[in-house]
């Protein structure tokens, strides 16, 4: 990839701060969309040049202006029982790929996530052609689906927008899984599911930002790509690497999938029974992300985009030990 002005929305979250240094240390000019004087001051500390606004109210194509390139990563990533997730994030998409075009942004990776297929039962190896559930899990995958169908017009119409989906991103820096599941364990809260032998993909943060890299370089207009770390691991096995790194134990307390399912349908239920007073202790939506299988075949990013993981599940787990 020659040396490009690159756009990132959500410059200051896990994913767009990564992607944000990862372009800046490969010479690249970066602008970063951010939302408040503070995180303006953490992009400016990363070499990037701040631009402070809301994906859903600013004028955006004049803050495009001159770029060639764009990674949207910003999005609502809230699983929760009626999160805004259902409308923010497809309306955002839909403005941020207006003012790309606008502006004359040349190439356009769109952020996605394998949510978008959820609906609570196992998803084995599936292919990107694999359609999106009649019945989402919850708002989150339904207003990722959505984008995904905002983005997939946008390309149609003649905009080179290529799609990724990751799973489970993970790593250096991380504010998402880790921390929650270090809150967990410290609480006494933390169970597996039914044991947690069931197979899940997962992809290291440095692996996403390799996989933009080539697909800005070799991404098909309007294709969708699966990336992850390789070859699935058991869900246990994943958590309990990741929960060493911070010098703790999962332990051996176990909750029957059945009984989840239940609670997290019953808590679904009373919220919209309630009109949002009362809700229960989890999500349907965290059910579908975290209790059955999700593996995703990447074997078109490795055909397509000569994708591999540059960084091991080994490598990542031995940074995370270092840094801690």
């Not at 990839?1 to 994913?15: K, L, N, P, Q, W």
């Not at 990037?48 to 955006?60: C, E, F, K, N």
């Not at 202790?281 to 593996?295: C, F, G, N, R």
Request: glycine share 12%; with cysteine; hydrophobic share 40%.
């Amino acid at each position: 990839m020659a040396e490009e002005h690159v756009f990132i929305t959500g410059a200051s979250g896990y994913v767009g701060r990564n992607l944000l240094r990862h372009f800046v240390s490969r010479g690249h000019r970066v602008t970063g969309l951010v939302r408040s004087p503070e995180a303006a001051e953490r992009v400016a500390s990363w070499g990037a040049r701040p631009v402070q606004g809301d994906m859903l109210t600013a004028d955006l194509a004049p803050l495009m202006s001159g770029a060639d390139v764009l990674i949207h990563a910003a999005a609502n990533v809230d699983h929760g029982t009626g999160s805004k997730a259902a409308s923010v994030n497809p309306e955002g998409a839909r403005r941020v790929l207006e003012a790309a075009r606008d502006a004359g942004v040349r190439k356009i990776i769109h952020i996605s996530t394998d949510s978008v297929l959820q609906d609570g039962r196992p998803l084995r190896n599936v292919e990107e052609t694999a359609p999106y559930p009649d019945r989402p899990a919850g708002a989150y995958s339904a207003g990722k689906a959505e984008a995904e169908r905002v983005a997939r017009r946008a390309a149609a119409q003649g905009q080179h927008v290529v799609i990724l989906r990751p799973r489970m991103v993970w790593g250096r820096d991380d504010t998402t899984a880790l921390p929650m599941l270090v809150e967990a364990v410290k609480s006494g809260k933390f169970a597996w599911i039914s044991g947690g032998g069931y197979r899940s993909s997962s992809l290291h943060i440095a692996n996403l930002c390799h996989a933009v890299e080539l697909a800005f370089a070799r991404g098909g207009r309007g294709e969708i790509y699966h990336v992850t770390d390789g070859p699935a691991r058991p869900f246990r096995e994943t958590v309990s690497g990741l929960l060493a790194t911070q010098g703790l134990e999962g332990g051996t307390r176990s909750v029957p999938r059945g009984a989840l399912c239940m609670i997290a349908r019953l808590g679904d239920g009373l919220y919209r029974l309630s009109g949002g007073r009362f809700s229960g202790p989890l999500s349907y939506q965290d059910y579908a992300t975290s209790a059955v299988e999700i593996t995703l075949d990447i074997r078109k990013a490795e055909r397509d985009l000569g994708y591999r993981p540059v960084v091991t599940f080994e490598e990542g787990l031995r940074e995370l030990r270092a840094l801690r």
